[in-house]
């Protein structure tokens, strides 16, 4: 495995459902990152882990709750989501200090009913 | 709020001719700035970085930077049909790289 790989591409979940989204990325980075992007608007970043802090973004409702075990895994923890939480969620990594930009893994696309 | 600004598009331009992307930033102290590339249903992939004023050219694409206008461009020569894709601005505001914040994009279609 390569680059920044993402699991599940594909997620549909109801309302009162519990689920997780899984990223690893396999590029000896120390910092790892979740964004949310939603039709028509800009990459929305949701949390950042830099040397396994946690560094929090206080608009994400409590209902998306991240853990980063180590500096290659990360993880998005989801429950009781809404409706308008369906959009593309999409893991990136890059070496903390450094302006090299972003490495995003393919995504997971979910949908909330 | 620190903010970059793109013009949603589409912008359409024929086989071959050039593509200019336009890119808007509101804080001044940004010192990184980069061009990403993507395909409907896929991820973004970074396609052009650029640090200082002038012109980085790297094949068809020239990555250009106006920091005093606060102003980043993307010109594609020769554009293809495989160039048709949102493209997205991206700035490290002032204060570090924990926080790479993307314009909404501008989607490109090149039409034969």
């Known amino acids: 495995e390569t680059g920044v790989t993402q699991t599940p591409r594909h997620l549909v979940m109801g309302m009162t459902n519990k689920k997780s989204l899984k990223c690893e990325q396999h590029?000896?980075?120390?910092?790892m990152y979740w964004y949310k992007q939603s039709a028509k608007k800009p990459l929305e970043l949701m949390f950042v882990?830099?040397?396994?802090?946690?560094?929090e973004n206080n608009s994400v409702p409590s209902r998306f709750s991240p853990e980063c075990p180590n500096s290659s895994h990360l993880f998005l923890h989801l429950h009781t989501l809404q409706p308008e939480d369906s959009a593309l969620y999409l893991c990136?990594?890059?070496?903390?200090?450094?302006?090299?930009?972003?490495?995003f893994g393919s995504g997971t696309r979910l949908t909330v009913v | 709020q620190k903010e970059v600004e793109q013009n949603s598009g589409p912008l359409s331009v024929p086989e071959g001719a050039i593509a200019s992307l336009n890119c808007t930033y509101s804080d001044r102290g940004s010192q990184s700035f980069f061009w990403y590339r993507q395909y409907s249903g896929k991820s973004p992939e970074l396609i052009m970085s650029?640090?200082?004023?002038g012109d980085k050219e790297d094949g068809r694409f020239t990555a250009q930077l106006n920091k005093a206008s606060q102003y980043v461009s993307l010109l594609i020569r020769d554009s293809q049909p495989s160039d048709s894709a949102t493209y997205l601005c991206?700035?490290?505001?002032?204060?570090?790289?924990?926080?790479?914040?993307f314009g909404a994009g501008t989607r490109l279609a090149v039409h034969p």
């Open positions: 650029i640090y200082s004023n």
């Open positions: 590029l000896g980075h120390n910092a």
């Open positions: 882990y830099s040397l396994e802090e946690r560094v």
């Open positions: 990136a990594s890059s070496q903390q200090r450094q302006s090299y930009g972003y490495t």
């Open positions: 991206a700035v490290f505001p002032s204060g570090g790289y924990n926080k790479l914040i």
